[in-house]
């Protein structure tokens, strides 16, 4: 049963516009959200996160918004550059939880000159 | 600063050879995770440790032991491979529970034949 999903396996942007990432979450007890870039041959790194009480989350071109009623969370990326092209992974965690993340299957996203 | 470190970052086995991923983070942090990821499925986690002298079986723990040797190292340990263990491991640790950022390693690559 797959607690974080990402629907999307791959997108494909224009550079300069805005790159949208979805995820979904079925566990109502998730409160903190975070997202995790990957370059190939590398380990994921930090992004950007959000606490459930939250609704938005901004650092600089990276927005997460979070919409707790419909258990969905979203990643925007304006302008969206080449070094963006990466896989994207959702995850959440359990606030205070020592137990890890459960991460979605991740997106590939490709920025298009 | 090195980080997360993990050793080796490649190896082949044959089916029923034993094996030690070897994990160690200079960041001070008492949390440490082994987590696999394989092509559509994401991360998953083989096992973690909240503080030393302490191990609990994550989401896909078969086949694989683990140990915390002190607060800095934590290793994997393949007793009899599988092909089905075929995969790249990635090592993590984290400072705060209360978020559950995480830090990754580089990843090893681990093919079973």
């Known amino acids: 049963d797959q607690q974080v999903k990402q629907n999307s396996p791959s997108l494909s942007v224009q550079e300069g516009r805005i790159s949208i990432l979805n995820c979904d979450y079925t566990?109502?007890?998730?409160?903190?959200f975070l997202w995790y870039k990957k370059y190939p041959a590398e380990g994921p790194t930090f992004l950007i996160s959000i606490s459930s009480i939250k609704d938005k989350n901004e650092d600089g071109r990276f927005t997460v918004f979070l919409n707790k009623s419909a258990k969905h969370l979203s990643l925007h990326i304006v302008p969206s550059q080449p070094g963006d092209s990466a896989v994207y992974f959702c995850a959440a965690s359990l606030t205070g939880g020592a137990d890890g993340l459960t991460f979605g299957k991740g997106t590939h996203l490709i920025i298009q000159p | 600063n090195a980080g997360v470190t993990q050793t080796p970052k490649f190896q082949v086995l044959k089916t029923g050879q034993s094996m030690t991923l070897q994990c160690a983070q200079d960041?001070?942090?008492?949390?440490m995770y082994w987590y696999r990821q394989d092509p559509g499925m994401g991360l998953r986690l083989i096992y973690y440790s909240a503080s030393e002298g302490t191990t609990d079986k994550g989401e896909v723990p078969n086949g694989y032991n683990v140990s915390r040797l002190n607060k800095r190292e934590f290793s994997l340990r393949l007793e009899s491979a599988a092909p089905s263990q075929t995969s790249v491991y990635f090592c993590a640790s984290a400072g705060s529970v209360n978020t559950g950022e995480l830090f990754f390693g580089e990843g090893s690559r681990l093919t079973v034949l």
């Open positions: 566990n109502s007890m998730f409160d903190y």
């Open positions: 960041m001070n942090h008492n949390s």
